[in-house]
């Protein structure tokens, strides 16, 4: 019984990928670190899945956070008890996350969050290539 042997090189195969690992992205707000006194800096902010959004400012009334429309599957986040200087949110779920002061809604103090999915991220620059079958024609066995 003849076998078929089609020699793939692994390097064509293997391509550099590099491991997304979580990270803290900070959003200030209440005038601390350049964020407007009824705002939040940045405003809006591209994470990845797994990443812990923290915001920094005075937890005093009337500064409370919570969010308004999250994606399926994620959970819902409020910091209204008025007390300390963060909050932290683990994000769970791809999709846009609306979240305000409940106090100052009016007066634009809104922000948002975009999270994707982390993981493996084939580089732009990554080029694969294959050598011709030999022999060709090829009749019982080949290599690719």
Same mark, same amino acid.
């Not at 920094?56 to 008890?81: M, N, R, W, Y």
């Given at each position: 019984?003849?076998?078929?042997?089609?020699?793939?090189? /692994?390097?064509?195969?293997?391509?550099? +990928?590099?491991?997304?690992?979580?990270?803290?992205?900070?959003?200030?707000?209440?005038?601390?670190?350049?964020?407007?006194?009824?705002g939040?800096?940045?405003? &809006? /902010?591209?994470?990845?899945v797994?990443?812990?959004?923290?915001?920094?400012?005075?937890?005093?009334?009337?500064?409370?956070?919570?969010?308004?429309?999250?994606?399926?599957?994620?959970?819902?986040?409020?910091?209204?008890d008025?007390?300390?200087?963060?909050?932290?949110? &683990? +994000? &769970?779920?791809?999709? &846009?996350?609306?979240?305000?002061?409940?106090?100052?809604?009016?007066?634009?103090?809104?922000?948002?969050?975009?999270?994707?999915?982390?993981?493996?991220?084939?580089?732009?620059e990554?080029?694969?290539?294959?050598?011709?079958?030999?022999?060709?024609?090829?009749?019982?066995?080949?290599?690719?």
């Amino acid at each position: 019984m003849k076998r078929t042997y089609y020699g793939i090189s /692994l390097m064509a195969l293997l391509a550099m +990928v590099s491991s997304a690992s979580a990270k803290n992205d900070t959003i200030y707000f209440g005038g601390q670190n350049g964020s407007p006194g009824f705002g939040y800096a940045p405003s &809006t /902010l591209n994470v990845n899945v797994g990443d812990v959004i923290v915001w920094v400012g005075a937890f005093s009334a009337p500064h409370t956070l919570q969010s308004e429309v999250i994606p399926a599957g994620a959970a819902a986040f409020s910091k209204l008890d008025m007390a300390g200087n963060s909050f932290s949110y &683990t +994000v &769970t779920a791809m999709g &846009t996350y609306n979240y305000e002061c409940t106090l100052h809604a009016t007066f634009g103090m809104i922000g948002s969050f975009t999270a994707v999915a982390s993981g493996v991220e084939i580089p732009p620059e990554t080029k694969m290539m294959m050598d011709p079958i030999y022999p060709n024609p090829a009749m019982d066995e080949a290599m690719v």
